[in-house]
């Protein structure tokens, strides 16, 4: 049974920081490219962060410079580093384990709310 369970969301001030982490089971971890989508009201959910096996990264553009994604494979664990959080940066965010072309999963989602 695969499992993706997301901790870490809150409620923090602009330019708070949040860390959110992701743990793994029923897969081989380190196989897997694992991500972080967020989607807010009204919106689609979009990728805001993506972590290959191989620990190569890539980031959405309004997230660069300030989000950190890194992995733990013994730990099978994600982390998304939430730094100058803006309020647009408020939404759900959902862990992602992706094997291309085969497996797909999600997390159930962890709330972020960034307001004063």
């Known amino acids: 049974q695969v499992q993706l369970v997301e901790s870490g969301g809150g409620l923090v001030q602009p330019g708070g920081s949040l860390r959110l982490s992701c743990a793994a089971s029923g897969i081989t971890f380190s196989r897997y490219a694992m991500g972080w989508y967020r989607q807010a009201p009204g919106n689609q959910r979009e990728l805001v962060a993506a972590i290959s096996s191989v620990s190569s990264t890539n980031y959405a553009d309004s997230v660069k410079g300030r989000f950190t994604i890194s992995r733990d494979n013994a730990k099978m664990t994600v982390y998304l580093q939430m730094n100058s959080l803006k309020p647009a940066d408020t939404a759900v965010y959902y862990c992602?384990?992706?094997?291309?072309?085969?497996?797909?999963?999600w997390g159930q989602g962890a709330q972020v709310t960034v307001s004063s």
């Open positions: 992602n384990a992706k094997w291309p072309g085969l497996f797909d999963y």
